[in-house]
């Protein structure tokens, strides 16, 4: 995605394409924005990625199916 910042997209751009034109674009319909009815699979970031793309880096949490989704840890 800081790729197609340098690219000239704008940071919102990038975040449009990255979410709600790529499910459009595979034909998953409950998907790709966050609204009543749609599937809560989530990336919470510490920073707004509008003002910079590398704030995509500053992960905070993850949710999946609008659950909290806690990764498995290696042994």
């Known amino acids: 995605m800081q790729l197609m910042v340098q690219a000239?997209?704008?940071?919102?751009?990038?975040l449009v394409a990255a979410t709600r034109n790529t499910a459009e674009m595979i034909?998953?319909?409950d998907a790709g924005t966050l609204e009543p009815g749609k599937k809560a699979n989530l990336?919470?970031?510490?920073?707004?990625?509008?003002?910079?793309?590398?704030n995509t880096?500053?992960?905070?949490?993850?949710?999946?199916?609008?659950?909290?989704f806690e990764p498995v840890k290696c042994q």
């Not at 000239?8 to 990038?14: A, D, I, R, S």
């Not at 919470?44 to 910079?52: A, R, T």
């Not at 949490?61 to 909290?68: A, E, L, N």
Request: glycine fraction near 8%; proline fraction near 9%.
């Open 8 to 14: 000239g997209l704008t940071p919102m751009e990038v």
């Open 27 to 29: 034909g998953i319909k």
């Open 43 to 54: 990336l919470i970031l510490d920073e707004n990625p509008v003002e910079s793309m590398c």
């Open 57 to 68: 880096t500053r992960l905070c949490s993850v949710w999946q199916c609008g659950k909290p």
